[in-house]
C-alpha cells in the first residue's frame, strides 16, 4: 500500500495558484487491503448520492425489480442523479405510473433541471419544476418499489427506522464491513438518510460491489450487483445527463470503470475487472476538486488511455473561461504544470 | 499581533463535519501592522472583485466622475459585483448612454442575472444577456468615463498596457507599498486585470483607503477614498444587490465597515473609524467560506453587535436546507458548535 498527502488540486490563473483543495482517496480490494491511501483513509465521510448503486440493492434483490418489471433504464435511473432533463423525468413519471403513483409520493423536493435550456423551457411553458425532477426520483422510486412489493406502508419511506431504509443501510453496512449503529447519519439532499462511514470502508464496499461474486456476498446479492452494473453501462445517459462526468466516463470505459457522484466533493469508482474499489472526499466539499481527482486516481491506475483522457478532460482538467469567453486560467493537480 | 491558525470553516450534517474550509486573514493598520493574523499573511491572492473600491480611484482622482456628473450611485456602482437586477442594468446603460456609449463598449462579456426571478424575466421576454448585465459592467464604465474624460482611445481598456490600467495598478501599488511589476496578473472574469498580491500588503492597501488620511495620500487621492466610501453607503443596493452580503453588511453597520467580496473566497472590509483594513482568502475559493470567515473576523474585533447578527446570520452562519427546504446542515466556525 502506498500512503500518500492528500492529492492537491489547484485552480490556475495568469500562471499562478488561485485556489487549492485537498482530496482524501483510498483505492482498495474486496478482502479490504488499500493499494492506494492519499490522506486520510478513515476520514468518516457522507457518500451522499456516490451511494446510490449500493442503495439500489434491495431493488432488485428483493424481487421488486422482477415484480414491476423494471428496464435496465430504470434500474440505472435508481443509481442516478440525473439531471432533470426531459428523458429523465418522463422516466421516472412513466415508472411511478406503472406502479400505480405519482410524484406526489416522492420525499425528495422540487429541483430545477441543472441545463439552462432545460429550465428555460419550463419557464416559457409556465411550468414549475416538480419532485419527479428531483435529481434523485429514480432512488426514490426505486425505494417505492421495495415497499409496494413487500406489502409495506410506503409513508415515511425516508424516516431511519422504516424498513426501506432499514434494507438500504444492511447493504451498505454489509458491503463495508462496517457497523452503523452509531455512524453518523445525515439527511441528504433529497431527504432520504445518509450514513457516513470512513472512506476504506467505502472504498472496501466499492470493491465487494464491483467484484460481485457469489461466494463472498451471496447469489442473490452478487448477482444484483452484476445486474445493476449492467443497467448502468446498457444506460448511461440516465446516470447523469447530457454532459455530465458520469455519463461520459462510464460511456467511455465500456465497462472497466463505473463512477458515481456524491455531492460535497465525493465519488465512488467501480473497477470490475480489477476487482478494486475507489472512494474519494475532497476536503472542502468541492466538486471541480473531486472530478480532477477521479483523473489523478485513474492515472496513478493506469487506467487513462487516449480515449479516456478525451471523453475527460473537460470534466477533470478543464480550462477555466470568463463570461467573454476568454481562457483564463486550468484546473490541475499541484506539481502537474 | 496575534498570529494563528487559518480560521476553520466548516459544513455541518447530521452533527458531524462534512466538510471544512481553510481561511487565511490578516487585519492590518494603516501603518503597515498586521494586528491580526490567521494562516499564511504572504499568500500571493488575486483579490479579484474585492479591488473593486481601489480600481474606481482612477474615475475620481482624474476628475472624469465630476466631469461627466456621476451621481453616488454610479459611484457605487463602479465599486459593484452586481447581481444584473433591472435597476443595476438600466442604471449601467444610463450611465454608458451619458458619455455617449453603448454596452457595446464593454469589455466584459454577457451574464445571466444571478437571481432566478430576473432571469425568468428574461426568458419569458425572450432578451438574452448583454454586456450591461455583467457584474462588473459598473467598474468597466467607469473606466470607460477616465479614458474618455483623458482622451485615450479607450479601445483595449482592459489590457495590461493601457492607461486605464497602468492607473489602476499605481493606486494599488501605491496604498499597498507593493511593487507590482513582477506580480502575478491574472485575466478577470470580466476579462479586466487582476495583480496578486500578499493579503498582508492588501489589508494594509485597505486600512489606508478607509483611514483615507490626506497627510498619507495627498488631499486628491484622500479626497476620493472618501467620496467612494460614502457613495458605497449611499446606494448599498448598488454594490451587491437584493440579499447579498455586501449590501446588507454595509446597510447593517452604517458606515462603520464597509466590504466587499472577491471571486474565490476573497473579502477585503474598510474600518475607517478605526483605520483598519481586512483581507481575507478562502483557500479552496469557497464563497461560503469567506462569507463565514468575515463573521469570524468581526466577531473577533467586537463588531458584530446584535443588529449586525441579524442581518448577517443568514449570508455568514446560514443553515443548509434541502431540496424539500428541511433544514440539514449548518455552516460555522470549527470550535464553536
Known sequence: ?????????????????????????????????????????????????????????????????????CTPAELALACASHEGEVFHVTGA????????????????????????????????????????????????TGKLCTALHLGEDPAGYVARTHPVQRRVFEAVSTLAEHDLTDAPVGIDGCSAPNPALPLSALAVAAARYAEADPARLGPVRAQACQRLMQAMQAAPEMIGGTDRVD???????????????????????YLPERRLGVALKAEDGASRASAAAIWSVLDRLGELDGAARAALRRHCRPEIRNWDGLVTGQIDEAGCV
Not at 53 to 63: C, F, H, I, Y
Not at 248 to 255: P, S, W
Open 93 to 140: 413519471l412513466a415508472w411511478l405510473d406503472r406502479i400505480g403513483l405519482s410524484e406526489a409520493a416522492l420525499a425528495c423536493g422540487p429541483q430545477w433541471p441543472r441545463r439552462e435550456a432545460d429550465g428555460a423551457d419550463l419557464i416559457r411553458a409556465a411550468h414549475e419544476p416538480g419532485r419527479a425532477h428531483n435529481n434523485c426520483s429514480g432512488k426514490h
Open 247 to 269: 455519463t461520459d466516463l462510464i460511456r467511455a470505459f465500456q465497462g472497466r470503470v463505473l463512477s458515481k457522484t456524491g455531492a460535497e466533493g465525493v465519488y465512488m469508482l
Open 1 to 69: 500500500m502506498t500512503s500518500n498527502s492528500p492529492i492537491e488540486i489547484v485552480a490556475l490563473r495568469g500562471g499562478h495558484v488561485e485556489s487549492s483543495h485537498r482530496v482524501h482517496a483510498v483505492v482498495a480490494g474486496p478482502d479490504g487491503d488499500a493499494t492506494h491511501v492519499f490522506g486520510d483513509p478513515e476520514r468518516v465521510t457522507y457518500p451522499r448520492s456516490a451511494l446510490k448503486a449500493m442503495q439500489a440493492l434491495p431493488l432488485v434483490e428483493t424481487g421488486a425489480a422482477d415484480r414491476f418489471g
